[in-house]
């Protein structure tokens, strides 16, 4: 099914004055030193509220609470994922993020395909490369005694591991990475639309040669790839690759410049760490609760009440997960960080749109901090600097000066 956005009024008649949240989402979650704790501020009104500027300041429902988000993930038949305004918008072409954008029934086809490249077991065969790759990045600057951390690592280390799994070439890492930032946090929609353009470009090329010579199992299995009996059409295909991209390249690289930051102002969970490396599955469960950075969107299919809120058809709907995992309701302390504790988050999502790549994601988190536990003592904030961050569809660092010893 897809649904529409219908709503681009700023303030619907159908919208109760009560739950109106006159703000821009943006500029609100960059209040402060700290982007978790200003979007936070949130959970003081109401679970559902009505964001007048919620989106690159289109209007639209926020949700604040754990169970509402969850809910709102489950309940496809309200709340839809296969809604314009996204990649097909900015193409001009049919192409859905394959199989995000996709709702049950039919996103189980295209799950099946990318699945078996994904589990547990077929992930433990990445690890060699994925630690070499974190060791070679870490050489650059290990005996400088400091780096900044985003650029000398955070974006080419998730960048590198996709790049080779999707046997891409690392030397246009910069162009991808260039357009990926427009893609994702440009303001001028124009940007967005010839970034998007520019991605597509490459990608149709890439998966043109893959159809005729893969050179992969994973890209192998996506050009062979059944969907009810019969071969991934050309959209199809795009749309996997396209998903493959944008979410392998931002998310990973977003957290774990949050997690090095925690770790460099928390020196004595470093060292915990380091003296206890068997707790690290532990930590990269609570570091990714307490740093989720991801807002996905859902539209409304058809007129319907929601915890008492009438929601109309092709309304927008914007799910912060950060919001769910740092819900006072669910988690004591929810800004603390307490790897002792075992969250149930949804940091990848849950239901059907758990993430496909959620074990791939937390390996490199996992091997990325052991690397830098293992390479550095006293890792902390270089003296006299500041770290600066964003915010939009994805919270990330973008300076983190470090330095070591």
């Known amino acids: ?31 402060g030193d700290d982007p978790f704790i200003s979007i936070a501020r949130l959970h003081d009104g109401p679970p559902v509220i009505w964001g007048t500027e919620a989106n690159f300041k289109r209007p639209g429902w926020i949700l604040t609470r754990d169970d509402v988000i969850r809910e709102a993930f489950i309940d496809y038949e309200h709340f839809s994922s296969e809604r314009p305004g996204m990649i097909a918008d900015m193409l001009g072409e049919p192409v859905l993020l394959n199989p995000i954008e996709i709702d049950p029934p039919r996103h189980h086809q295209y799950r099946k395909i990318l699945n078996p490249f994904f589990t547990p077991a077929a992930i433990r065969g990445y690890d060699e490369p994925v630690r070499q790759i974190c060791r070679e990045l870490i050489a650059k ?10 650029d000398e690592f955070a974006v080419p280390f998730p960048s590198y591991v996709f790049l080779d799994l999707m046997d891409l070439p690392r030397d246009l890492l910069d162009q991808f990475m260039g357009w990926q930032d427009e893609l994702m946090r440009a303001s001028d929609p124009m940007v967005r639309v010839a970034a998007a353009r520019s991605i597509y470009g490459y990608l149709k ?11 992969t199992d994973l890209l192998k299995g996506i050009v062979s790839g059944q969907v009810e009996d019969r071969p991934m059409n050309f959209y199809e295909m795009m749309g996997m690759f396209y998903v493959l991209y944008v979410g392998g390249l931002d998310t990973v690289y977003s957290t774990i410049g949050w997690i090095m930051q925690h770790l460099a102002t928390h020196p004595e969970l470093q060292q915990r760490l380091r003296e206890n490396p068997d707790l690290l599955p532990q930590a990269i469960e609570e570091f990714s609760r307490a740093y989720s950075v991801v807002i996905t969107h859902r539209a409304v299919t058809k007129d319907f009440v929601f915890h008492g809120v009438p929601m109309k058809k092709g309304d927008e709907v914007n799910l912060p997960i950060m919001l769910a995992n740092r819900d006072p309701e669910v ?17 990848f ?28 003592d006293n ?20 300076y983190l000066p470090l330095t070591w010893g």
């Open 349 to 376: 999502g849950t239901g059907t749109h758990n993430c496909v790549g959620i074990n791939l994601a937390k390996r490199e988190m996992r091997i990325v901090v052991e690397e830098f536990l293992k390479a550095f």
């Open 205 to 215: 090329q890439h998966m043109e040669a893959q159809q005729a010579n893969p050179t």
């Open 1 to 31: 099914m897809s649904a529409p956005f219908a709503t681009t009024e700023r303030l619907p008649e159908s919208v109760p004055s009560e739950l109106v949240w006159d703000h821009d989402f943006d500029t609100f979650t960059l209040e």
């Open 331 to 347: 988690y004591d302390d929810p800004h603390t960080v307490d790897i002792g504790r075992k969250p149930r988050h949804i940091a």
């Open 379 to 398: 890792i902390r904030i270089k003296p006299g600097e500041t770290p600066r961050y964003h915010t939009g569809r994805t919270f990330g660092l973008d």
């Open 141 to 150: 600057f290990r005996d400088r005694g400091e780096c900044e951390f985003v």
